[in-house]
Structure formats: structure tokens, C-alpha cells
Nanobody, 116 residues
Framework: QVQLVESGGGLVQAGGSLRLSCAGSGRTFSNYAMGWFCQAPGKEREFVAAISWSGSITTYTDSVKGRFTISRDNAKKTMYLQMNSLKPEDTAVYYC?????????WGQGTQVTVSS
């Protein structure tokens, strides 16, 4: 079983920054590929970024390239999403996930609100 807990969301003005964290449980945290999705009101959950188990491979959706950075610290069992140059359209609930043995586990989500 894997449990994921997000933190770091909040209210920020356009152009500001936030860093989201996703703390994972389990002895094999370093074996998981992980990532982030977001879901805005009235919209489907959308992919934001992903990172390989080692952290050497990262992918991003086009809208966040150059603004967001995904990273992980396997010793701390934590994944991060550094969000810079935030825009009002980034407003959403952000969910982290982990892919473990063919099963995708989700966190509970953290709200990010960007005011104009």
C-alpha cells in the first residue's frame, strides 16, 4: 500500500511562486515513477508533470514548460513541484500520483489559487 500526502498549496498573486510537496510512504519510494495532475473547476483532471524513479527523466505539459520544475528527494520520500510565474489559469486542485506495480495511487489534492 502507498499513501501520498500533498502540501504547499495556497493563494498567490499572478507572477508569484509556490512549491508543492508530495510525501510518500513505503520502503520502496525510490522505485516509483511519480507525477502531478491538476483539476480546475468543471474540467477533467489534466497531466502536469512526471518524473522517473531516479529523477533523471522529467516530462511536462506544454503550458508549464519553463515555469514549473518537478523534482524528488528519495531519501526524504518526497516529490516537489516548483511553480514559478504563476498565472490565473494555473488555478486548480493539484494531485500527486505514484505508479507502483501497475497501480496508480493518488494523494488527496492541494488547492492552488492564483489571483489576477
Amino acid at each position: 500500500q502507498v499513501q501520498l500526502v500533498e502540501s504547499g498549496g495556497g493563494l498567490v498573486q499572478a507572477g508569484g511562486s509556490l512549491r508543492l510537496s508530495c510525501a510518500g510512504s513505503g520502503r520502496t519510494f525510490s522505485n516509483y515513477a511519480m507525477g502531478w495532475f491538476c483539476q480546475a473547476p468543471g474540467k477533467e483532471r489534466e497531466f502536469v508533470a512526471a518524473i522517473s524513479w531516479s529523477g533523471s527523466i522529467t516530462t511536462y505539459t506544454d503550458s508549464v514548460k519553463g515555469r514549473f520544475t518537478i523534482s524528488r528527494d528519495n531519501a526524504k520520500k518526497t516529490m516537489y513541484l516548483q511553480m514559478n510565474s504563476l498565472k490565473p489559469e494555473d488555478t486548480a486542485v493539484y494531485y500527486c500520483y505514484a505508479d507502483v506495480d501497475g497501480t496508480r495511487y493518488w494523494g488527496q489534492g492541494t488547492q492552488v489559487t492564483v489571483s489576477s
